[in-house]
């Protein structure tokens, strides 16, 4: 009797194990979301500003529906658009790239690369996360420069390693941000220096929250930072949260809007929309984009 109630037991969890991963690598990988924050950031009186911020699309070519989620939301219309890098998983992706985002070019936008802009993913063990000493490994290299071309032409800066003041929904922005920290192409100091006082909103952009990056940009003055790379974890348990964040950033700050320490920066970590190729699963973490109305303090 005790032999089979064990044996009942273990099926049981086999069976609840298959149809968890199956929810996570069919469901919920699909169910792409918008999150809304308010952010108190601007001038008393101040009408509002809304930044759509899209990260993290890992798209290969068949991924067809989520180019046209993003395609459309083109609809909310915002007063500027950020991405935080990226954008490709394939060699042949920057075609699928252009489509998802081709209808947001009418507005003002900025964006910086990732790893994942400049050389393909790997298959890697999702235990090795856990490693922070692990030694980076690459794949293919992929059309980079053809992605910026995209871009740049459909108007967006590149703020790569850069900083630029634009204007956007009637108000000068001043927008500063740096090349993915992950693979130590950041070069904030060539760009570093306090804010514009001629801008009315500053906002700070870089792929991988790391926080020595995070603190550079806060102590210059910038009030809004804007990250991705975490994935929100990707894979979160209930009451839990995020496991790792695949960088410097606290767990609990792995997804949404936080206060950056001891300063006056909001902090927006995107949980993204897209997964690594090799680890096509979600698990509590919908894939998302974030629409940032800032409002008066």
């Not at 059309?143 to 956007?168: I, M, S």
């Not at 930072?225 to 790792?244: D, F, Y």
């Not at 964040?245 to 700050?253: A, D, I």
Request: net charge negative; charged share 20%.
């Amino acid at each position: 009797m005790r032999a089979r109630t064990v044996y009942r037991l273990g099926a049981g969890l086999a069976v609840a194990g298959a149809a968890t991963f199956a929810y996570a690598s069919l469901v919920e990988r699909n169910l792409f979301t918008l999150r809304r924050f308010e952010v108190p950031l601007l001038a008393p009186d101040a009408e509002p500003l809304r930044v759509l911020h899209v990260s993290d699309l890992h798209l290969v070519p068949a991924q067809t529906r989520k180019q046209r989620w993003v395609a459309e939301l083109a609809a909310l219309d915002p007063d500027l658009v950020i991405v935080t890098g990226d954008n490709m998983a394939h060699p042949a992706a920057v075609p699928g790239v252009r489509r998802a985002f081709e209808p947001l070019f009418q507005f003002a936008g900025a964006f910086v690369f990732g790893s994942n802009d400049y050389r393909g993913p790997v298959w890697k063990n999702p235990l090795s996360y856990f490693d922070h000493d692990r030694e980076y490994v690459q794949g293919v290299e992929l059309p980079t420069e053809e992605l910026r071309g995209v871009l740049t032409d459909g108007g967006w800066a590149d703020l790569n390693n850069a900083r630029v003041l634009l204007k956007a929904g009637g108000r000068s922005i001043e927008l500063a941000g740096v090349d993915d920290p992950h693979v130590d192409r950041d070069d904030y100091a060539e760009i570093a220096g306090p804010v514009d006082t001629s801008a009315e909103v500053s906002i700070g952009v870089t792929h991988s929250p790391e926080p020595r990056i995070l603190d550079a940009m806060a102590y210059d003055g910038f009030g809004l930072l804007l990250a991705g790379h975490t994935h929100g974890g990707q894979v979160r348990v209930p009451g839990v949260g995020a496991l790792v964040t695949n960088c410097g950033l606290p767990r609990k700050m792995a997804r949404g809007l936080h206060r950056w320490p001891d300063t006056d920066a909001w902090l927006h970590v995107s949980a993204g929309l897209g997964t690594h190729p090799t680890a096509p699963i979600r698990f509590a973490c919908l894939p998302e984009a974030s629409l940032l109305t800032l409002v008066p303090r």
